[in-house]
């Protein structure tokens, strides 16, 4: 395949006032953590590399949290030092929700009134004044989101955050949060073959309604935290598929998530220079109707 290095290449998707490529890039793998055994220390320099190659490249979305941290780096701390003072095009993605403790321990889930704080804490280590949307990541489908969605809506109202998100919901919840305020993108686990029940409902919900879906673990499937794709049968059959197409089973999980729809957006996590051209590549990579029904029977 002759690729273009433009995350451009894939097209763009609107976050309410923000303008994105549909092409962006997870911080979550820039830190190595013990945490989420994320392949032990990274290295600052490269991290801050990946960065800035990646905005080289056309990347303007991308996705953090202030609870991406090693006892070394933060994921906030790395991309504003790679990339203060921002381009006006570039919109960085937080969440909040899940707490840790500085030793890195998982503390209670923020209650609505906690979640100033935890905007406030993403605020600082961006050094910026305000955050451009911010999902709240939920805890499970059997719980309300709409008190610490209408909180973030408050943010909204306080000029601290431009738009809100939710993580984590069924299709319903999605709806429950909408009637609160209005929802740019909803960041669920979703990929080639791993599509939990009520998954896919999820982002034909999103599509109907203008709402960007954006996936996680799209390249790791349900290697999830670990290392990418641990099952071995889909991995023979993404790989079958990148053959015929001389690239790598990483750009085909990539272009298969963006393949899912326009409002489908992926933010792939890498810590890894080669990996991050490599994604950004599969941005102009077109999948063939034949590839898009042997994928999907993978589900
Ligand atoms: N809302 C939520 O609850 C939630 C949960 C998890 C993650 N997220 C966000 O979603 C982003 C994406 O998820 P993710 O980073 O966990 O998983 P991912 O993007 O599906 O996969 C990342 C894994 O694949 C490897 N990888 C990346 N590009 C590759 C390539 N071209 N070839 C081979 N291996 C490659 C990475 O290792 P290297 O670093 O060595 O490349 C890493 O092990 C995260 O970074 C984070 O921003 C959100």
Redesign the pocket.
Known sequence: MTSTLDASAAGTWTLGTRTVNRLGL????LTGTAAFD??GRRDRATSIRVLRQAVELGVDHI???AF?FSPWLSANQLIHQALAPYDDDLTIVT?VGPGRDPSGEWTAWARPDQLRGQVEQNLRELGRDHLDVV?Y?HTGPSKPVADHVGALAALVDDGLVRHVGI??VTAEQVDHARAVTEIVCV???Y?VACREAGAREVLDHCGKHGIAFVP??????D??????AADASTADAVQAVAEQHAV????I?LAWSLAQGPHVLA??????PA??Q??IAAASLRLTDADLRALDALG
Do not use: C, V, W
């Open positions: 997870g911080a979550m793998r994320l392949g996705d953090t949290a991406y969440k999902n990541r993580s984590n960041q669920n686990r990929a996680f673990f799209t390249i790791a499937g290697g999830q935290e670990g290392r990418p790598s089973p990483a750009q999980r933010i792939p996590g890498t810590g890894d990996h991050l490599d994604n």
